[in-house]
């Protein structure tokens, strides 16, 4: 960066009394946010054709509503450009499906966060990473689609850290988290066309996260060690809040590609990773959590009185506890350079084994 700095003959200091305005009404999430004017934000909602007051997203127990214009103005704070709001929306529309959100996880405790991960061409078209750095700066479409998810939670639904936002420690995701997938570099089919769209098709799928986890394999050339060193993470006794877990493994392209060449689909290594993915029930007794909650089916010590045995205590094997409850439980994508066998587990929210919620760029 130049010491001297080439800025277009504006007025500096109305631009910081703006953001200090913004600042002061609670309208950014600790970062300064772009002021917002009307011309400004018609420029966002001559991208699509839907109505501005069309409803994308509703949380009941709030009484509070998303629509396209309040979307669009987080999204000019957060910094998009106006061609990226395509994609927010589609972010929208797939969060919408997930059963979570909508329910109040991003004011628990968990802390968690909302993911967005982008597949087809819109990731070409307007500069989203989906190699080198993935999940980290640098590319201004990652930062800023997924800083406006963020940013309306915030300023449309009121979930403020210490207010409506009750998470104990939370999460670095709750910036701002949104990926492309490295089809490209990746031996598979992309994940939108796995769960059933077109490959021109653009599309955000929306997961609910907690945490992610690297998982440093640099050598290995056997597809089992790597599977074991996956499963074994997966399983970690931390992970479990819920009687089961859920995880998207984001491969590195090297560990994809050893995958492939040793003739692992997907569907292998998911099967590989479920049937591993377990632990002893002596394991679970000596961290407190052998058996689980009549009430909420949480994990917890079989001494506790409101605990109940788990699904795994009446099966043939009671002492092997499965952390997963399908093979489904797990989703597989491709993202990150091809320059070393690192590969990432995000642990998402809840025992799944449903659908992703993808939704499909419109108006592209």
Partial sequence: MSTKLDTPAVDAAAIRAAMEH?????WTDGLPVVPVTESYLAEFLATTGRDP????????HLNRKLTVRLAAINAALA???PEYFP???AGWD??????????????????????????GPIRGKIGLNSKGNVFGSGFRANATIGRAIRLTAINVFGVRPHQLDQATQATFGKYSACIAENEEDSPWEPFHVEHGLDAETSAVTGLTIRSCMHIEARHTRIPEQLGRDLADSVRRTGALIHETTSVLIVLGPEHAKMFAS????????????Y??????????KAVGKDAISRLSRWRLPSDHPDAIPDTASASETPERVPALNSPEAILIAVAGANNAGVSTIIETFGPRGDAP???????V
């Fill in 357 to 363: 919620s993808i939704a499909p760029v419109r108006d």
């Fill in 87 to 89: 994609v927010v929306l």
């Fill in 53 to 60: 007051d069309e409803v994308l997203f509703v949380m009941p």
């Fill in 94 to 119: 797939a969060l919408a499906k997930e059963p979570y959100p909508k329910k109040g996880i991003w004011q628990s405790t968990t802390g968690t966060a909302p993911l967005l991960m982008v597949n």
């Fill in 22 to 26: 913004y600042a002061r009404n609670g």
């Fill in 275 to 284: 049937e591993n993915a377990v632990n002893t029930r002596e394991e679970l």
């Fill in 262 to 273: 040793c003739g692992w689909s997907k569907q292998d290594v998911r099967r590989f990773v």
């Fill in 79 to 81: 910094g998009c450009l």
